[in-house]
Nanobody, 117 residues
């Protein structure tokens, strides 16, 4: 079965950096879009960034200039480099992938990012 597994979440001080990784297993196809969402306690899940198979990227305004999303299409992996972290970035970060071939969406289990002031 398809599984997305995130890693890299941690507790860091404001201004620090983290690199999140998401590895997909149980698939032989290429995801059309992969991305990262985040959800803080009591708040709605929101898109942080996504990237198409061709490398086109989208970012939430709140992270532009600080975060960079990238992917390895051959391995169906996606990364999120997070720099200049702020306390408001604190959330559980979820990997997401969409396949247009199968019309399916997949989610990871989430990884906690906590930024202290």
């Amino acid at each position: 079965q398809v599984q997305l597994v995130e890693s890299g979440g941690d507790l860091v001080q404001a201004g620090g950096s983290l690199r999140l990784s998401c590895a997909a297993s149980g698939i032989i196809f290429r995801f059309n879009v992969m991305g990262w969402y985040r959800q803080a306690p009591g708040k709605q899940r929101e898109l942080v960034a996504d990237i198409s198979g061709g490398g086109r990227t989208n970012y939430a305004d709140s992270v532009k200039g600080r975060f960079t999303i990238s992917r390895d299409n051959a391995e169906n992996t996606v990364y999120l480099q997070m720099n200049s972290l702020k306390p408001e970035d604190t959330a559980v970060y979820y990997c997401h992938a969409h396949s247009m071939v199968y019309g399916a969406d997949y989610w990871g289990q989430g990884t906690q990012v906590t930024v202290s002031s």
